[in-house]
Structure formats: structure tokens, C-alpha cells
Nanobody
Framework: QVQLVESGGGLVQAGGSLRLSCAAS????????AGWFRQTPGKQRELVAG???????NYADSVKGRFTISRDSAKNTVYLQMNSLKPEDTAVYYC?????????????WGQGTQVTVSS
């Protein structure tokens, strides 16, 4: 059974930084693409940043230059470094990954971690 567990969320003042982690556990053979999404009440979940197995990345325009996604394949962990945070970054952040296990390949989601940026 694969699990994604996010951590690192919290309350921070505008201009501050947070680092989110997403650790995958289970009988994992490999992790292909992974990403971070966020959602606020009444809005659709949106892609914040994505990273391919080869390391190429993509970002939402609203976070370019402020957020950095990275991965540690040895630890099956994906990170999101968030700098220069703004109140509009407040949301629940979810990680997502395309994971291959011994039995199958599937898309998995974490449970979410709250990020709150105060003005």
C-alpha cells in the first residue's frame, strides 16, 4: 500500500519561507512525475509545481521565481521550497505522484497540509 505524507505546513508572515515535504512509502519501484497542488475553499485544486522523473520542472505563473520543487529519489521524497510568501499563497497544499509499485502503476495523493500566510 502506497502512502504520501506531507509535512512542513504552518503559519508564516508575508515575505517568509516554508519548505514542504512529501514522503512516499510502500513497495515503491519508482516515482515518475510528481507535483504540488493547492486548493482554497470554493476553488478548484490548481497545479503549483511539477517535476518529471528526469528532473525537468514547471511552475504556475503565480509562483515562478519564488517556489522551487525538487526531489530526492533515494528517499522517495519531493520538496517544495516556498520563499517570499504572499497572503494569496494561503491554501491547503497537496502532493501528487505517479508511482510504480511491484503490483501496479497509479496516481496517488497526500492528505494535504495547511499553509497560512498572514499579512
Amino acid at each position: 500500500q502506497v502512502q504520501l505524507v506531507e509535512s512542513g505546513g504552518g503559519l508564516v508572515q508575508a515575505g517568509g519561507s516554508l519548505r514542504l515535504s512529501c514522503a512516499a512509502s510502500g513497495s515503491i519501484f519508482s516515482i515518475n512525475a510528481a507535483g504540488w497542488f493547492r486548493q482554497t475553499p470554493g476553488k478548484q485544486r490548481e497545479l503549483v509545481a511539477g517535476i518529471e522523473s528526469g528532473g525537468s520542472t514547471n511552475y504556475a505563473d503565480s509562483v515562478k521565481g519564488r517556489f522551487t520543487i525538487s526531489r530526492d529519489s533515494a528517499k522517495n521524497t519531493v520538496y517544495l521550497q516556498m520563499n517570499s510568501l504572499k497572503p494569496e499563497d494561503t491554501a491547503v497544499y497537496y502532493c501528487n505522484a505517479d508511482i510504480v509499485t511491484i503490483m501496479k502503476r497509479g496516481i496517488y495523493w497526500g492528505q494535504g497540509t495547511q499553509v497560512t500566510v498572514s499579512s
